[in-house]
């Protein structure tokens, strides 16, 4: 297994802990009369997420892309410092936090941790992942075509999630 193929592997078992994390969470805001929005565009953020990480492997194996280190070792501090916010959100928010818009009414928007500064900052994560993953190894096709998908399902799913935070919102 390449060192590249193996920071893959690192974040698709990433992926599966945050998928488990989240069921948790699912169960403790669901018993709390939690409602779920947006599960119509959820199966498209999984698939293309999923994508993500076979688009990495395959266009660098098919296409024989060459670690660039110019490029390479930055691209992989950007993946690593995308884990750390992503992961800093997630102990932010606790078991508030998940891969689904999930909101429980009537609690309050959390105000610290990233979110002292924006409102979304496990978004930056994802978007600042899904350009530097792939570029770690070259993979600049996969960089540039998950960026033109995920644009469009991330607007949807701000517009989803703020909607369902606003409607929650005490008050």
Do not use: K
């Amino acid at each position: 297994m390449t060192p590249y193929a193996f920071l893959i592997l690192l974040v698709a078992l990433e992926r599966l802990a945050e998928l488990a994390v989240a069921r948790r969470n699912g169960r403790w805001s669901h018993a709390r009369g939690a409602v779920e929005h947006g599960a119509g565009h959820y199966g498209a953020m999984v698939a293309l997420h999923t994508a993500l990480l076979a688009g990495c492997l395959v266009e660098t194996s098919l296409l024989r892309r060459a670690f660039l280190p110019w490029l390479g070792w930055p691209a992989l501090a950007a993946v690593l410092l995308a884990q750390a916010l992503r992961w800093w959100c997630i102990g932010t928010l606790g078991p508030r936090w998940n891969t689904r818009v999930i909101v429980v009414p009537g609690l309050p928007l959390v105000d610290r941790g990233p979110y002292r500064w924006l409102r979304h900052p496990n978004y930056l994560a994802v978007v600042l992942e899904g350009l530097a993953l792939p570029l770690v190894h070259g993979a600049w096709l996969t960089a540039g075509l998950f960026t033109a998908l995920n644009t469009p399902l991330l607007v949807t799913r701000l517009r989803c999630e703020n909607a369902a935070l606003a409607m929650a919102a005490p008050g």
